[in-house]
Nanobody
C-alpha cells in the first residue's frame, strides 16, 4: 500500500511562487518504478492534469495552462516529487493532488492519490 502526502500549499499573492512536495511511503511501494503526476481541482470543477514526470525524470509533461510557469521534478532517493510554481495566477487556486501511476494526463491512469494541499492565489 502506498501513502502520498502533499505539503507546501498556502496563500500567496498573484505573481508569487510556491513549491509543493509530495512524499511517498509504503512497505512494498518502489517509488522509482512509478511515473508521478500533479493534478488540481478548483471548487465546482473537474480534477485536471497539471504536470507529470516519468520514473527516471527522462520526460516531463505540462498542461498548456501552466507551461513555462510550473516545473515538476523528483528525487527518487527521497521518494519525493515536487512542483515548483512561479508567476502564480488567481486561476491557479485549487486543491493540488499528487498521484502515482501512469504518467499520462488522465485521472483514471493513476492508482494512488494524496489527500491534497490547498493553494490560494489572491489578486
Amino acid at each position: 500500500q502506498v501513502q502520498l502526502v502533499e505539503s507546501g500549499g498556502g496563500l500567496v499573492q498573484a505573481g508569487g511562487s510556491l513549491r509543493l512536495s509530495c512524499a511517498a511511503s509504503g512497505r512494498t511501494f518502489i517509488f522509482s518504478d512509478y511515473n508521478m503526476g500533479w493534478f488540481r481541482q478548483a471548487p465546482g470543477k473537474e480534477r485536471e492534469f497539471v504536470a507529470a514526470i516519468t520514473w527516471n525524470s527522462g520526460s516531463t509533461y505540462y498542461a498548456d495552462t501552466v507551461k513555462g510557469r510550473f516545473t515538476i521534478s523528483r528525487d527518487n532517493a527521497k521518494k519525493t516529487v515536487y512542483l515548483q510554481m512561479n508567476s502564480l495566477k488567481v486561476e491557479d487556486t485549487a486543491v493540488y493532488y499528487c498521484a502515482a501511476g501512469g504518467g499520462s494526463v488522465s485521472v483514471s491512469e493513476y492508482g494512488a492519490w494524496g489527500q491534497g494541499t490547498q493553494v490560494t492565489v489572491s489578486s
